[in-house]
């Protein structure tokens, strides 16, 4: 029924390797697998405000490792189309910073986006892991 996220990771980053390499795999479908959702971090101090009525469910994000954040060496900075949205949350970022490193093709989605909520609680995010 549910897989925890732990083993998803595992599972997914065995196949990256094989399924990202040789014509053998050539005729094989990429697969996105949701690792995490959550508010965005720090949405009030930049872009985000701004754009939240244009950031409608299924918009596709930009995640970025800053791995040379002075405040956390994981930090995943978030963007649209170049503009900087805030940050997945420090409890959530040090897996999807790795991943990033590796470069792994994660990809974030808006989820949710309430204009009306209070800032913090504007915009809720998916981020997937392709495969293939």
């Not at 872009?47 to 002075?70: F, H, M, T, Y």
């Not at 997945?88 to 909520?117: F, I, T």
Request: proline fraction near 5%.
């Amino acid at each position: 029924m549910f897989m925890n996220r732990r083993l998803l990771l595992k599972k997914a980053l065995l196949l990256l390797p094989v399924t990202l390499s040789g014509p053998v795999f050539a005729g094989v479908k990429s697969r996105r697998y949701r690792l995490n959702r959550f508010m965005v971090a720090g949405f009030q101090y930049y872009d985000g405000p701004q754009l939240i009525n244009r950031l409608q469910p299924g918009v596709l994000l930009d995640l970025v490792a800053e791995s040379d954040n002075q405040h956390d060496y994981y930090a995943v900075r978030i963007e649209w189309q170049g503009r900087k949205l805030g940050y997945v949350p420090r409890s959530d970022n040090r897996h999807l910073s790795r991943l990033l490193r590796q470069d792994a093709k994660l990809r974030g989605e808006v989820l949710e986006s309430a204009p009306q909520a209070v800032v913090w609680g504007m915009l809720k995010v998916g981020v997937g892991l392709e495969v293939g």
